[in-house]
Nanobody
Framework: QVQLVESGGGFVQAGGSLRLSCAAS????????PCWFRQAPGKEREFVAA????????DYADSVKGRFTISRDNAKNTVYLQMNSLKPEDTAVYYC?????????WGKGTLVTVSS
């Protein structure tokens, strides 16, 4: 059974940092493109960041460029999202996603709340 389990969410003041983790089981993460998405209250889920299988390239939403960093540890079957300089508008449930072609797996999400 494939599972993606996010952790590391919480409450932080504006300007603070959090590191999210996504631990995968039941699949070999190195064979997938891991991504982070987020969904704020009353809004649609949106793309945040993605990283290549080797970790050599990454892509970010314009709203998080320069503040968030996605990374992966294939040996630990885990992907991370380092979030710095957090803003209240970053408040959302953050979801881990692993995709390969038409195959798409999602975690259940972890809540990040940023206070002003």
């Amino acid at each position: 059974q494939v599972q993606l389990v996010e952790s590391g969410g919480g409450f932080v003041q504006a300007g603070g940092s959090l590191r999210l983790s996504c631990a995968a089981s039941g699949l070999t993460l190195s064979r997938y493109t891991p991504c982070w998405f987020r969904q704020a209250p009353g809004k649609e889920r949106e793309f945040v960041a993605a990283i290549s299988w080797s970790g050599g390239s990454s892509d970010y939403a314009d709203s998080v460029k320069g503040r968030f960093t996605i990374s992966r540890d294939n040996a630990k079957n885990t992907v991370y999202l380092q979030m710095n300089s957090l803003k209240p508008e970053d408040t959302a449930v953050y979801y881990c996603n692993a995709r390969q072609g038409a195959v798409n797996y999602w975690g259940k999400g972890t809540l990040v709340t940023v206070s002003s």
